[in-house]
C-alpha cells in the first residue's frame, strides 16, 4: 500500500439509477440504464433527448431545503451508512478537523435560471434574492452548515473533472494534517443552461446515449450527488483505499480534448507514479466515455496503449453524463463493483469503436477486481484519474 494511500471509510450515490449503493449495484448488475425521455420543463417546452432525472426530488424534503442541488445532497446524506458515520467522525474528531470538498460544474445556476425568467423591474424577485442562491460556493456552505462541519471548506469547479478532483484535494488535505477527515462531494442537478448549452455544441443526441458505439451521436445529461468520507489508513483498516489521483492540465481546446489524448495520458501516468503499480496491476478501468464522437474515440486509443488487457466500460449509458458529479458518480460506482465483484457493462453501445472492442464489456461480468481507475476528464483539458483499491488489497 502506497504512503498516499487513504481510506474511504463510507460511501453513498443518488443518481437516475435510484438512492443508495444497494440500488446502484442492483442496477448496474442487471444492466439497467436509469434514462428516461426529457420531461425537464423549467424552461418550457422540454429539448427532445433523454435525461438521468433523479424522480421525486420536487416533493422529497420540506420547503425550506430549497433547491434542487439541495435536495439531492439532503437525500444523498440520508444513504447507507454515510450520514451516521459523518456523525460520528464529527464527534470522534470534532467538527473543525473535518474538511469538505465539493465538485460541482454549475451549483445552484437553477435558481439563477428561474430568477432572471421572473424579472421584477430588472431585479431579481424577493424570494430568489438571496446570494447564496447564486454564487458556485453556496451548496458547500449549505451543506457545511447542515452537516455542522467546521473545518476547511472548498468547491472545485473543472466542469467534468471537478468532484474526482476533489478526491485528489481531500487526500492532500489528509497528508498535510490539515484535516483528520474529509468529506468529499459530486452533485451537479438539471438545469436548462446545461441542456441546451451542450445541445447547441451540437453534443446532445436525441436518443439515449451510446458510449464507443461507432454509431454513437452526442451525450444525455444527468444529475447525481455522490459522497465519500475520506479517513487515514489506520482509522478505517478495512475500509476501501484511494491509492492516487493523478490530474493534469493540458489546455488545449476550450471544448475539445487534446486529439492525441496527452492531457489524459498525462492523469494516468501520474495516477500510476502516485501509487507506484504497473499499468497491468489493474483489473478494471471506468471510462470517462461521454458517447461524443471526439471524446471515446481518444479515449479508446488511449486504453489499447496503454491499458490493453484491462476490463473497461462506461456507465453514463445508465446514470448520463452528471457533469461535476462524474468523477465522485463514478468513483462510488467503481468501488461498488469492487465490492461486488461485478464490473458494469457499456449500456447502449451495439457495436464498439474497433480500438477497445476487445476489452470493452457491453454487459455486466463477475470478476475479481482488486485494484481499478476512474477516469474524468473536463472541458479546457482539466483531467484526472483515481487509481481505487478494495478493502481486502
Not at 11 to 21: D, E, I, K, P
Not at 117 to 138: C, N, V
Not at 362 to 376: D, G, K, N, Q, V
Request: net charge negative; glycine share 10%.
Amino acid at each position: 500500500m502506497p504512503e498516499s494511500a487513504v481510506a474511504i471509510a463510507s460511501y453513498t450515490a443518488v443518481s437516475a439509477l435510484g438512492s443508495g449503493n444497494a440500488a446502484h449495484r442492483d442496477a448496474l448488475r442487471a444492466g439497467r440504464s436509469g434514462l428516461i425521455a426529457n420531461d425537464y420543463t423549467a424552461a418550457g417546452v422540454p429539448l427532445p433527448c433523454w435525461i438521468g432525472r433523479v424522480a421525486g426530488l420536487e416533493d422529497d424534503l420540506p420547503p425550506d431545503v430549497d433547491t434542487r442541488l439541495h435536495r439531492l445532497l439532503a437525500r444523498a446524506l440520508r444513504q447507507d451508512q454515510l450520514g451516521e458515520d459523518l456523525a460520528r467522525t464529527l464527534a470522534d474528531c470534532g467538527a473543525a478537523r473535518v474538511a469538505l470538498v465539493l465538485g460541482t460544474s454549475t451549483a445552484n445556476i437553477e435558481q439563477s435560471e428561474q430568477a432572471y425568467r421572473r424579472l421584477d423591474d430588472g431585479h431579481l424577485p424577493a424570494d430568489l434574492r438571496d446570494p447564496r442562491l447564486h454564487h458556485l460556493h453556496g451548496p458547500a456552505e449549505w451543506l457545511s452548515a447542515q452537516t455542522g462541519i467546521a473545518g476547511p471548506t472548498f468547491t472545485i469547479s473543472t466542469a467534468c473533472s471537478a468532484s474526482a478532483k476533489a478526491f485528489g484535494l481531500g487526500a492532500r488535505l489528509l497528508r498535510a494534517g490539515i484535516a483528520d477527515a474529509v468529506l468529499v462531494v459530486g452533485a451537479d442537478s438539471l438545469c436548462a443552461s446545461t441542456l441546451h448549452g451542450f445541445n447547441s455544441l451540437e453534443l446532445v443526441d436525441a436518443s439515449p446515449c451510446r458510449p464507443f458505439d461507432l454509431q454513437r451521436a452526442g451525450l444525455s445529461i444527468g444529475e447525481a450527488a455522490a459522497m465519500a468520507l475520506l479517513r487515514h489508513v489506520d482509522d478505517a483498516p478495512l475500509a476501501a483505499r484511494l491509492l492516487a489521483c493523478g490530474e493534469s492540465s493540458d489546455a488545449y481546446h476550450l471544448s475539445a480534448p487534446h486529439p492525441q489524448g496527452i492531457g489524459a495520458e498525462k492523469a494516468l501516468r501520474a495516477a500510476l507514479r502516485e501509487c507506484d503499480l504497473p499499468p497491468d496491476a489493474f483489473d478494471y478501468v471506468n471510462l470517462h466515455g461521454t458517447a461524443s464522437r471526439q471524446n471515446d474515440v481518444i479515449e479508446a486509443a488511449l486504453i489499447a496503449r496503454l491499458l490493453p488487457r484491462v476490463l473497461a466500460s462506461s456507465t453514463k449509458g445508465a446514470t448520463g453524463h452528471t457533469l461535476g458529479a462524474a468523477g465522485a458518480l463514478e468513483a462510488v460506482i467503481t468501488l461498488l463493483a469492487m465490492d461486488s465483484g461485478c464490473a458494469p457493462g457499456t449500456t447502449g453501445c451495439i457495436a464498439p469503436e474497433p480500438a477497445i472492442a476487445a476489452q470493452l464489456l457491453r454487459s455486466p461480468r463477475s470478476a475479481t477486481l482488486r485494484h481499478a481507475l476512474s477516469f474524468s476528464f473536463g472541458f479546457g483539458g482539466s483531467n484526472a484519474c483515481l487509481a481505487l483499491a478494495c478493502g481486502a488489497s
